[in-house]
């Protein structure tokens, strides 16, 4: 049975940078699309970005294009999400996930009920 577990989350200022790292246990999940999902206060859980088992594509959603970015490190079962030049609208629990398998796809990978094993989410605080 595969864990995932968050880790990297914390408070930053506005334009502040932070990693989190979403590490797998159990058994390995380099055969499967990981996610990461946010949830803000009072909002309904967003999708952030995917990418897929090789690493070699990936999808993130536009308000963060070009601040953060995914990663994946296969052989250390870890998933990687840099985000830089944070913004107090950033704020929210993230969450990263496996995906269910199959060939993946874009439309896929923004759907939430295409993953079935979830982390217990970090929280991300950025100040103004």
Same mark, same amino acid.
Not at 4 to 17: C, I
Not at 43 to 63: A, H, K, N, P
């Given at each position: 049975?595969v &864990? *995932?577990v968050?880790?990297?989350?914390g *408070?930053? #200022?506005?334009?502040?940078?932070l =990693?989190l +790292?979403?590490t797998?246990?159990?058994?390995? !999940?380099n055969s @499967?699309a990981i996610?990461w !999902? =946010? %949830?803000?206060?009072?909002?309904e =859980? /967003?999708f952030v970005g995917?990418i897929t088992w090789s690493g /070699? %594509? $990936? ?7 070009? @601040?953060?970015?995914?990663?994946r ?6 998933v !990687? *999400? &840099?985000?830089n030049? *944070?913004?107090?609208e950033? $704020?929210a629990?993230y969450y990263c996930a496996?995906?269910v398998g199959? +060939?993946?796809?874009? /439309? @896929?990978g923004?759907t939430?009920t /295409?993953y079935d094993?979830?982390?217990?989410? $970090? #929280?991300? $605080?950025v100040?103004?």
């Amino acid at each position: 049975q595969v &864990q *995932l577990v968050e880790s990297g989350g914390g *408070l930053v #200022q506005a334009g502040g940078s932070l =990693r989190l +790292t979403c590490t797998a246990s159990g058994r390995p !999940f380099n055969s @499967r699309a990981i996610g990461w !999902f =946010r %949830q803000a206060p009072g909002s309904e =859980r /967003e999708f952030v970005g995917t990418i897929t088992w090789s690493g /070699e %594509q $990936t999808d993130i959603i536009d308000s963060v294009k070009g @601040r953060f970015t995914i990663s994946r490190d296969n052989a250390k079962n870890t998933v !990687f *999400l &840099q985000m830089n030049n *944070l913004k107090p609208e950033d $704020t929210a629990v993230y969450y990263c996930a496996r995906g269910v398998g199959g +060939t993946w796809t874009a /439309e @896929r990978g923004r759907t939430a009920t /295409e993953y079935d094993v979830w982390g217990q989410g $970090t #929280q991300v $605080t950025v100040s103004a």
